[in-house]
């Protein structure tokens, strides 16, 4: 009775956080996708086993991001103040983490339930054949929601462990990109085990795709028992985890741990630049070099699986290194990493207190300054990578004489982006916000240089910027909008500091 009382008390916590907006916010992007994919086929007679062999792919790249997102989102309000303490005194720390692990479940098997009536729906609308077995359905539901529990719990103990959600909105965004890359090579036994891996594994279509003809065929296949005791045992070594943690994150321990550090009474000036230094340590940093390397290696090797296809050297590698680098993962890591670098400011007063020293423009100045710094080194990185990878491969000939121009004209658009996340970053004071407002900007973006003119989104420009073949850029049109996003959004932050009242944010 009493965790019933817990679980009440867990949901009236979140009450108009409106965390459920989060799982319907990815159903209509897959939806949309669907749509973009499918919309011209009407009546496919093989509609069905085109919608699920899809369906595992946009689930291993949207859901590790969305549950680290809401599991971020459910440890968030305790981490504010000393709230942990408070609530130590009336309720043990292992039952507060089994009451948000039960209260997130429940909320998993409800968004399950309806991402499946929306594939009914989406079928019925689209006109395919309903001749498919039902029971693939429940397999489906049941494992697609047993793999979101699986790493709900990852994810829900590393927003437990870490007070800043950059580190597990960091975890998903590496565990989605390597489950998507992974989901193109051979199955190994890495593969099997690897929580975010868990959609395609239990995948029951295959593709078939014949080379000379070009025609696709798709195939059911058996179900696929061995996932769900790898997830079973993934959820008891998760929770053993958790148990252990949790028994070692007494605050009294804490208390003992902080009046053991040594202090230090020497005075030290440091020569590192000050929102760089606010930044020692942050897991943002992580992100802006492990993506792009992981990019650069499962690319190379899909490259080399496929050299027979990918026939045009340097710029075929480019494509494999830079395709969802660009397109969803480099707008998100931005928007992690402007998150961070704000995080400072908008603990307690701080932010007044800086206004006290110092003038709003020299503050979005200066982050901005340590935004596109980073930024700038992340996109020189994946062009180090690049190369790195082209002499490993022995491709033949010399670099694309375009690579200066790509690098150039990506800096140029991602500085855009920085400028829009800055300000969203400084207006949303929530974290997980602005970096769903990438994610979703990172397909309007693709969706905008495909049907759309790419110059309206500062997402799209990056997305042109770094594609291998941008003959059909309007330059003129490409700078005039960079210029005007960066000044406008640099402008929108500045005059906002300066006229929004104090007291708001204390």
């Given at each position: 009775?009493?965790?019933?009382?817990?679980?009440l008390?867990?949901s009236?916590?979140?009450?108009?956080?409106?965390?459920?907006?989060?799982?319907?916010?990815?159903?209509?992007?897959?939806?949309?996708?669907?749509?973009?994919n499918y919309?011209n086929?009407?009546?496919?007679?093989?509609?069905?086993?085109?919608?699920?062999?899809?369906?595992?792919?946009?689930?291993?790249l949207?859901?590790?991001?969305?549950?680290s997102?809401?599991a971020?989102?459910?440890?968030?309000i305790?981490h504010?103040?000393?709230?942990?303490?408070?609530?130590?005194?009336?309720?043990?720390?292992?039952k507060?983490?089994?009451?948000?692990?039960?209260?997130?479940i429940?909320s998993?098997?409800?968004?399950?339930?309806a991402?499946?009536?929306a594939?009914i729906?989406?079928a019925?609308?689209?006109q395919?054949?309903?001749?498919?077995?039902?029971?693939?359905?429940?397999?489906?539901?049941?494992?697609?929601?047993?793999?979101?529990?699986?790493?709900?719990l990852?994810?829900?103990?590393?927003?437990?462990?870490?007070?800043n959600?950059?580190?597990?909105?960091?975890?998903?965004?590496?565990g989605?990109?390597?489950?998507?890359?992974?989901?193109?090579?051979?199955?190994?036994?890495?593969?099997?085990?690897?929580?975010?891996?868990?959609?395609?594994?239990?995948?029951?279509?295959d593709?078939?795709?014949?080379?000379?003809?070009?025609k696709?065929?798709?195939?059911?296949?058996?179900l696929?028992?061995?996932?769900?005791?790898?997830?079973?045992?993934?959820?008891?070594?998760?929770?053993?985890?958790?148990?252990y943690?949790?028994?070692?994150?007494?605050?009294?321990?804490?208390a003992?741990?902080?009046?053991?550090?040594?202090?230090n009474?020497?005075?030290?000036?440091?020569k590192?630049?000050?929102?760089?230094?606010k930044?020692?340590?942050?897991?943002a940093?992580?992100?802006?070099?492990?993506?792009?390397t992981?990019?650069a290696?499962?690319?190379t090797?899909?490259?080399?699986?496929?050299?027979?296809?990918?026939?045009d050297?340097?710029f075929?590698?480019?494509?494999?290194?830079?395709?969802?680098?660009?397109?969803f993962?480099?707008?998100?890591?931005?928007?992690v990493?402007?998150?961070?670098?704000?995080?400072?400011?908008?603990?307690g007063?701080?932010?007044?207190?800086?206004?006290?020293?110092?003038t709003?423009?020299?503050?979005?100045?200066?982050?901005?300054?340590?935004?596109?710094?980073?930024?700038?080194?992340?996109?020189?990185?994946?062009?180090l990578?690049?190369?790195?990878?082209?002499i490993?491969?022995?491709?033949?000939?010399?670099?694309?004489?375009?690579?200066g121009?790509?690098?150039?004209?990506?800096?140029?658009?991602s500085?855009?982006?920085?400028?829009?996340?800055?300000?969203?970053?400084?207006?949303?004071?929530?974290?997980?916000?602005?970096?769903?407002?990438?994610f979703?900007?990172?397909?309007?973006?693709?969706?905008?240089?495909?049907k759309?003119?790419?110059?309206?989104?500062?997402?799209?420009?990056?997305?042109?910027?770094?594609?291998?073949?941008?003959?059909?850029?309007?330059?003129?049109?490409?700078?005039?909008s960079?210029?005007?996003?960066?000044?406008?959004?640099l402008?929108?932050?500045?005059?906002?500091?300066?006229?929004?009242?104090s007291?708001?944010?204390?």
């Amino acid at each position: 009775m009493n965790f019933i009382k817990y679980l009440l008390i867990e949901s009236h916590k979140h009450k108009r956080r409106h965390n459920n907006i989060i799982f319907l916010a990815v159903i209509i992007l897959e939806i949309l996708f669907v749509y973009a994919n499918y919309g011209n086929d009407r009546g496919l007679k093989e509609g069905w086993m085109a919608l699920f062999y899809s369906l595992p792919i946009m689930n291993t790249l949207f859901f590790p991001i969305m549950l680290s997102t809401f599991a971020g989102r459910l440890m968030d309000i305790e981490h504010k103040g000393h709230m942990f303490d408070s609530l130590y005194t009336f309720i043990s720390p292992i039952k507060l983490f089994f009451t948000k692990t039960v209260y997130g479940i429940i909320s998993i098997i409800f968004f399950v339930i309806a991402q499946c009536f929306a594939i009914i729906i989406l079928a019925k609308s689209l006109q395919f054949p309903l001749d498919f077995p039902a029971y693939y359905m429940v397999y489906y539901g049941f494992a697609t929601a047993l793999s979101c529990i699986l790493l709900f719990l990852l994810h829900l103990i590393l927003a437990f462990t870490y007070r800043n959600q950059a580190v597990t909105i960091s975890i998903g965004l590496i565990g989605s990109f390597a489950g998507l890359f992974l989901a193109y090579l051979p199955t190994t036994f890495l593969q099997e085990i690897l929580p975010w891996s868990g959609f395609i594994n239990s995948a029951f279509i295959d593709l078939d795709w014949n080379r000379d003809t070009r025609k696709i065929t798709w195939l059911l296949s058996d179900l696929r028992i061995k996932p769900f005791f790898y997830s079973i045992f993934g959820l008891i070594l998760l929770l053993s985890i958790a148990i252990y943690i949790i028994q070692k994150s007494g605050s009294e321990e804490k208390a003992l741990k902080k009046k053991s550090i040594a202090v230090n009474n020497k005075i030290s000036i440091h020569k590192m630049p000050i929102e760089f230094l606010k930044l020692k340590g942050s897991p943002a940093w992580f992100g802006f070099f492990i993506i792009p390397t992981l990019s650069a290696i499962i690319g190379t090797l899909n490259y080399l699986v496929n050299i027979e296809i990918l026939t045009d050297g340097w710029f075929s590698l480019w494509t494999q290194h830079t395709l969802f680098l660009s397109y969803f993962f480099m707008p998100v890591i931005i928007a992690v990493f402007t998150g961070c670098i704000w995080r400072f400011e908008h603990s307690g007063t701080n932010i007044n207190i800086i206004l006290t020293h110092t003038t709003p423009a020299k503050i979005v100045i200066s982050k901005y300054f340590a935004s596109v710094s980073i930024t700038m080194l992340s996109i020189i990185w994946v062009a180090l990578l690049y190369i790195i990878a082209g002499i490993v491969c022995k491709i033949d000939g010399h670099l694309p004489e375009e690579l200066g121009l790509w690098l150039f004209l990506g800096c140029i658009a991602s500085f855009s982006i920085c400028a829009l996340h800055l300000f969203l970053a400084l207006v949303i004071r929530n974290f997980i916000l602005p970096v769903i407002i990438a994610f979703a900007g990172g397909i309007a973006g693709l969706a905008c240089m495909a049907k759309f003119s790419p110059y309206i989104l500062p997402y799209s420009l990056f997305d042109i910027a770094m594609t291998e073949n941008n003959s059909n850029i309007r330059y003129d049109y490409f700078f005039i909008s960079s210029v005007i996003f960066i000044i406008a959004f640099l402008l929108a932050s500045i005059l906002y500091l300066k006229y929004t009242d104090s007291k708001s944010y204390e």
